[in-house]
């Protein structure tokens, strides 16, 4: 028969019945070849999990059904696929996820691996991954052969390190395993969102759909400037967009950075952008260009309540008036308290009727305090360097208190004075050639802002 006539043979065979069915299993090539020649369907994977391809009708029963031509293109096919077949080792890939308190060792072994093969692949993978960070639902993919006495052998292990990663284990050559680290395809972009607020900036944000972790850095980067007890009030807005990844089908898989903001608290408006400088690293800039972080942030702990003042009062336990040399922020238990400013940890302990506490010396002229937490976080300890916003430990009641908060005090020169009314000197303030860079990245974020919001934000925002 001749190429064309051959073709034209499979291409009947193509729209009847299919001849073949594929078994649960995997096949070689030329098996599969043969297999789509005549119009079976191969699973989504391309390759099934056990087994081979199995002829339903033999060549003499598709001559008494399809014809001679029929019968030739089968035979042909037989004589060049089937043959490569017995050359081809087949493949099985096996897909499971991780179970609460599994094991990546655990996971292999349970999937067939051999204890030695897993143990050399996770020993690969180490190198480009920690094997012990298994998320519960996480999916391993593993790839089996069969090796010269039909065993399985492991050929490769897979698995997401990230949104942005995919880490592999793959047996080389040489009869060890190789680990490699995949970049997935992802595409950056921008969300934006505006809204009124009605009680909080938390609330607001997240019903127009902001993550909770850009919301929490948006608090962080405007309690420089906000006091959010005092400033703001029914009827306030705001205005946010920040950047995203995205997958190859368009979802997005991760909330990147803030790169702008804008808050109108009453008459007062503060507007922020997010800005990388000559040498690389990032900060974020009022309209003026100059830096939104200060030496102390005015609320260390996010979605707290104003409880006391700095002043005189009637102490809710002693029962008579006393100076109370700090402010009190109401929160939930265990909710996390950070580091008001870079510095140094002078004490944390136990500390009387304080409780827990934790004080931090700024520079030589400021200090900070922190009491009656629950806990203190992993790592605070004396002479420890923390970083401003840096979690150092727990809302509780430890110490003489009625109920879950932070006492939080600032000392200027060893005496405590009134956080609230501290007036502290802008950070860094561009000038030059990078206040022109910043001028034109500035504009620029303006109209991507513009760009990136629904008709329905717009007509919220213009309301």
């Not at 305090?369 to 629950?374: D, I, W």
């Amino acid at each position: 028969m001749r190429p064309d006539e051959q073709r034209r043979s499979a291409s009947a065979l193509r729209t009847r019945t299919p001849i073949i069915s594929i078994a649960t299993g995997a096949i070689g090539g030329g098996a599969l070849a043969l297999a789509l020649l005549l119009g079976a369907e191969p699973s989504a994977t391309g390759m099934p999990a056990h087994g081979s391809a199995r002829l339903v009708n033999p060549p003499a029963q598709v001559e008494e059904s399809y014809g001679d031509e029929a019968a030739a293109a089968l035979a042909s096919a037989l004589d060049s696929g089937l043959a490569a077949d017995d050359e081809e080792k087949s493949l099985q890939v096996r897909t499971l996820a991780v179970g609460r308190g599994d094991t990546l060792m655990g996971v292999l072994v349970k999937a067939g691996a051999e204890r030695a093969q897993a143990y050399a692949a996770i020993q690969a993978l180490r190198a480009v991954q920690n094997p012990r960070r298994l998320k519960p639902g996480q999916e391993i993919t593993l790839t089996f052969e069969a090796d010269a006495d039909g065993a399985p052998r492991l050929v490769d292990v897979s698995l997401d390190a990230d949104v942005e990663r995919r880490v592999v284990a793959r047996l080389s050559g040489e009869g060890d395993y190789k680990a490699e680290s995949i970049d997935k395809p992802l595409e950056r972009d921008a969300l934006g969102a505006a809204g009124m607020i009605d009680d909080s900036l938390y609330n607001a944000a997240q019903s127009a759909g902001v993550p909770a972790q850009v919301i929490v850095s948006l608090i962080r980067l405007y309690s420089f400037d906000v006091d959010f007890q005092r400033d703001i009030q029914p009827g306030d807005r705001f205005e946010l967009m920040y950047e995203v990844l995205r997958d190859e089908t368009g979802a997005v898989v991760k909330s990147q950075e803030i790169l702008y903001a804008k808050l109108t608290a009453g008459s007062k408006t503060l507007s922020l952008y997010r800005f990388r400088h000559e040498d690389g690293e990032t900060g974020y800039y009022n309209e003026k260009g100059e830096s939104v972080r200060k030496a102390l942030m005015k609320t260390p702990v996010d979605g707290a309540r104003l409880s006391s003042n700095y002043g005189l009062r009637k102490h809710p336990i002693l029962g008579y008036t006393k100076m109370h040399r700090g402010i009190d922020f109401a929160a939930p238990q265990g909710t996390p308290i950070m580091a008001a400013g870079d510095g140094r940890i002078e004490e944390a302990g136990w500390n009387g009727g304080y409780g827990r506490y934790v004080r931090i010396r700024h520079n030589s002229e400021f200090k900070t305090a922190y009491a009656h937490l629950s806990r203190i976080a992993k790592g605070i300890r004396d002479g420890a360097r923390v970083s401003q916003g840096e979690i150092i430990g727990y809302v509780g009641s430890t110490g003489r208190s009625t109920g879950p908060h932070l006492h939080y005090e600032v000392l200027r020169r060893e005496r405590q004075i009134n956080p609230i009314g501290l007036k502290l000197p802008t950070g860094r303030k561009l000038s030059g050639r990078e206040r022109l860079a910043f001028q034109t990245a500035k504009e620029a974020l303006d109209a991507h802002y513009a760009s990136v919001l629904q008709p329905t934000e717009r007509l919220v925002r213009s309301e």
